[in-house]
């Protein structure tokens, strides 16, 4: 089974600044997808960035981009000139390309709390 | 615009009772989902369905049931609810089995007393 670790439970950084969370993974898969979802106050799940495994070029969306490191199992998200809506729990998770035998659905790292400091 | 939405957003169940949780896609998507949030645990997949009468169990599927009698509802049971089900529970649906955005409801938190 696959799993998904974020190792920084909460982050802290100063508007208009710069912000790493951390995602590894582990998966004997060799395609899959990666996503990082973000839950502001609201509860809701809001899609930020999405990876291909095959892919090698970092996903990228406005000021959110990815560092993807196939070899390593690394996904991190990279979060520039931080503003105050950027707030929430973000969330990394993986999705095998293979359904079936119970590898389907997202699998979700713990999370991790993002605070903005004005 | 096509939306998910659940209902209830709260309920509080005294232990022992049967619950059902609505959730309702206009999507039109075939795979429809149900995770579970705990602090501490992110979300986990319970039961999740890709077409009319498909459903298949999660990660955490015990003391819970969904059934599939048309594409756009997937209602979720706890057959007799338990304290350890206090929770918050998403739905979600998608459009394919590959790596396409998967769309959540809103949540709907439970206490069970």
């Known amino acids: 089974a696959q799993t998904v670790t974020q190792s920084q439970p909460e982050m802290s950084v100063q508007e208009a600044e710069t912000v790493t969370l951390s995602c590894t993974y582990d998966t004997s898969e060799s395609d899959y997808y990666l996503f990082w979802y973000k839950q502001p106050p609201s509860r809701q799940m809001i899609l930020v960035i999405r990876q291909e495994a095959y892919k090698q070029q970092n996903a990228t969306e406005n000021r959110f981009s990815v560092n993807f490191q196939k070899a390593a199992k690394s996904f991190s998200l990279k979060i520039s000139d931080s503003q105050l809506g950027d707030a929430a729990m973000y969330f990394c998770?993986?999705?095998?390309?293979?359904?079936?035998?119970?590898?389907?659905?997202?699998?979700f790292g713990k999370g991790t709390h993002l605070i903005i400091q004005p | 615009d096509a939306e998910i939405t659940q209902s209830p957003r709260h309920k509080i169940t005294e232990t022992g009772r049967q619950v059902t949780l609505a959730c309702h896609q206009t999507w039109n998507h075939n795979n429809m989902f149900w995770y579970r949030q705990d602090l501490g645990h992110g979300l986990r997949l319970i039961h999740y369905?890709?077409?009319?009468?498909?459903?298949n169990k999660g990660e955490v599927s015990d003391g819970y049931s969904v059934s599939r009698s048309n594409t756009e509802d997937l209602p979720l049971t706890l057959e007799s609810a338990a304290s350890s089900q206090t929770s918050v529970y998403f739905c979600?649906?998608?459009?394919?089995?590959?790596?396409?955005?998967?769309?959540f409801g809103q949540g709907t938190r439970l206490t069970v007393v």
């Open positions: 369905s890709y077409g009319v009468h498909d459903t």
């Open positions: 979600a649906s998608n459009r394919d089995r590959m790596g396409t955005e998967a769309f």
């Open positions: 998770a993986y999705r095998s390309r293979y359904s079936g035998g119970g590898a389907d659905g997202l699998t």
